[in-house]
Nanobody
């Protein structure tokens, strides 16, 4: 049984920063890839970032590359998403996801089907 709890969302002005956290109560966190996805009102789920089991490899959507950083602390069973230079287009509910796989080779970590558990989501709102 895997439980994911996101936190750190909120309201910020354009250009500001937020750090999202996702605490994973499951026993398989340290052996699983983790990802962040987001969904804006009226839009589909969008891949944001992913990290392999050890934290040695990361992947980013082009829309956030250079602004967002994903990291993890396996000792704390927590994955983070540091979001800098936020834009109104980043406004969405952000979800962390627990991967079925360990690695992010190829495009597997971009695929929602690579994840088996999802958090409840945390709202990020960026004002202009």
């Amino acid at each position: 049984q895997v439980q994911l709890v996101e936190s750190g969302g909120g309201l910020v002005q354009s250009g500001g920063s937020l750090r999202l956290s996702c605490a994973d109560a499951g026993r398989t966190f340290s052996s699983s890839a983790m990802g962040w996805f987001r969904q804006a009102p009226g839009k589909e789920h969008e891949f944001v970032a992913a990290i392999n089991w050890s934290g040695s490899s990361t992947r980013y959507a082009n829309s956030v590359k250079g602004r967002f950083t994903i990291s993890r602390d396996n000792a704390k069973n927590t994955v983070y998403l540091q979001m800098n230079s936020l834009k109104p287009e980043d406004t969405a509910v952000y979800y962390c996801a627990h991967g079925r796989i360990q690695h992010c080779s190829g495009y597997q970590c971009y695929d929602e089907d690579s994840y088996d558990y999802w958090g409840q989501g945390t709202q990020v709102t960026v004002s202009s």
